[in-house]
């Protein structure tokens, strides 16, 4: 029994530790503010389906993770410790889905990227490997499919080897898509040459034959080399556009790069800008691939702009002078199909604003609620314009005070 007193000692002490934290986190919990939505009259039922996640901090500088719904807030302290782990980082879809498939989502990684769902199926695939001995080189990489039949339960589970000619870095699966017995994952694979001090990045599109459980095709979209050695006032980027969850309504995965440049201003501030910007749209359905670039009159000026993928339609959006300017360029036609400017009722830029497309419509929010600030929430209907939704984040029975802050990161809908 003696010789293992100090590992006794240890264990207890971890055990008080942590207690003493969770204890600590639960008294500072009760004492936050509860946040609520007040929303404009006739607007209940949009304000009854509204989930927003963000953070608060406190006056000592401490954050606590929170949802804000018509029930009110649920801080993430106020959660069961595995329920914390679970969902601290997790985006509001991979929350549903654990809610809804605990036993399906347990020890797989929580990213949005990572899976598929339509009606009948819910899809994980993720690229894993071991890591060597250098710690700068993943070895072993291997696919990891499982997939879930919503009605009877059933799973398909299964790994495949991923035979490489270089040695991996590491790599990032960004987008999963299923139709029939076809499973394609978009991927982002890195080598880095030691020697030559470069790192290689290649975007890749793998096909899967879930019936035969075999990689059955392998394309590289685009690559790009970069020496880390040296200093450099251009670089060359590439990036995937796509669906945040693959679902059975996406289409296309747009892959997109990027000539980027540094400015030095006169203040001394950087400014990145595009120089060359060039778009590879990949049909999921044929494997076919078009290059296109922008229409003159909707080049992009700098690096602010956000892209977001919805079926056909790939959406720029930009806040110019208090109003979120969209425009929807249609991949099949490969033209402009829709321009439209949505009224932002704050003083706002990039930074203090929250904008995205939801379906059919566009959420504004002010991103910030302080006393200095109201954290407004803005709906419309993206085709028509017109406001459907006006609310606000308002602090329950009492205000915050000066050092206190609620940001908010997302705005769903159930």
Do not use: C
């Not at 080049?299 to 002078?321: P, V």
């Not at 208090?322 to 199909?337: C, F, P, R, T």
Request: without cysteine; hydrophobic residues 35%; proline residues 1%.
């Amino acid at each position: 029994m003696k010789r293992y007193w100090k590992l006794i000692s240890l264990f207890l002490f971890t055990i008080v530790v942590w207690a003493g934290f969770f204890i600590q986190s639960t008294f500072a919990v009760s004492n936050y503010p509860e946040f609520v939505i007040n929303s404009k009259d006739d607007q209940d039922e949009l304000e009854s389906r509204m989930v927003i996640s963000g953070d608060y901090r406190d006056s000592k500088d401490r954050m606590e993770h929170l949802v804000i719904s018509n029930k009110g807030s649920d801080y993430l302290g106020d959660r069961s410790f595995l329920s914390q782990v679970n969902e601290s980082f997790s985006s509001f879809q991979i929350n549903q889905l654990i809610k809804d498939n605990r036993n399906f989502m347990r020890g797989k990684r929580l990213e949005s990227e990572l899976f598929y769902q339509d009606e009948a199926s819910i899809v994980y695939a993720n690229v894993d490997s071991d890591m060597s001995f250098r710690g700068y080189e993943s070895v072993d990489p291997s696919f990891e499919v499982d997939i879930l039949n919503k009605k009877s339960g059933d799973r398909t589970s299964f790994s495949l080897n991923l035979s490489l000619e270089k040695k991996l870095d590491y790599s990032n699966v960004l987008f999963v898509h299923l139709d029939e017995n076809k499973l394609q994952v978009v991927g982002s694979l890195s080598y880095f040459d030691g020697e030559r001090g470069v790192q290689e990045e290649e975007l890749h599109v793998f096909t899967i034959d879930v019936d035969k459980k075999e990689l059955i095709a392998d394309e590289v979209i685009l690559s790009v080399e970069e020496n880390m050695s040296e200093s450099q006032d251009e670089w060359t980027m590439i990036d995937v556009i796509s669906d945040n969850i693959g679902g059975e309504k996406a289409k296309y995965v747009v892959f997109m790069e990027a000539i980027q440049e540094v400015e030095t201003l006169p203040s001394g501030e950087e400014k990145s800008s595009f120089k060359e910007l060039e778009f590879i749209v990949y049909n999921l359905k044929t494997g076919e691939q078009k290059t296109f670039e922008l229409p003159d009159d909707i080049q992009l000026d700098d690096t602010s702009e956000i892209y977001e993928l919805k079926g056909e339609d790939l959406y720029l959006n930009k806040i110019e002078e208090n109003k979120l300017k969209i425009m929807g360029y249609n991949l099949s036609e490969q033209a402009k199909v829709s321009e439209k400017t949505y009224a932002i009722p704050w003083e706002s830029t990039e930074d203090n604003t929250f904008y995205s497309v939801k379906e059919d419509e566009v959420v504004i929010a002010n991103r910030y609620k302080s006393n200095e600030s109201d954290a407004t929430i803005v709906m419309y209907d993206l085709k028509s314009g017109e406001m459907i939704y006006e609310g606000r984040v308002d602090v329950k029975d009492n205000k915050l005070q000066s050092n206190e802050e609620l940001t908010i990161y997302e705005v769903n809908f159930h």
